[in-house]
């Protein structure tokens, strides 16, 4: 069986073609005891304004796929929760 981290890992080199095509990528920090990852935004992504559209129906959509046992995922900037 695959491990969680091993699935959202997954998820995220799904989308992150798209995300270093506009300079941009992502990196997991955690996912905490109550299933909820932890994102990185980096590059372009970190100062887009789309950078909430991507989260939700980009990266969020595409975790939750990969993993349904994943509550929620924020975006942290500089390690402080966004």
């Known amino acids: 069986m695959v491990d969680l ?3 959202v890992e ?7 073609p798209y995300l270093k095509a ?3 990528n992502v ?3 955690e996912i905490t005891d109550d299933k909820i990852v932890k994102l ?3 590059g372009a992504c970190k100062s887009c304004a789309m950078s909430a559209m991507t989260m939700k129906s980009g990266i969020e959509e595409s975790i939750m796929r990969a ?3 994943i509550k ?3 975006a942290v900037n500089n390690r402080y929760e966004i």
């Open 10 to 16: 997954e998820a995220l080199e799904q989308i992150r």
């Open 5 to 7: 981290k091993a699935k």
């Open 40 to 42: 990185e935004l980096l």
């Open 22 to 24: 506009d300079g941009g």
């Open 72 to 74: 929620g995922v924020v």
């Open 67 to 69: 993993a349904p046992e």
């Open 27 to 29: 990196t997991l920090i």
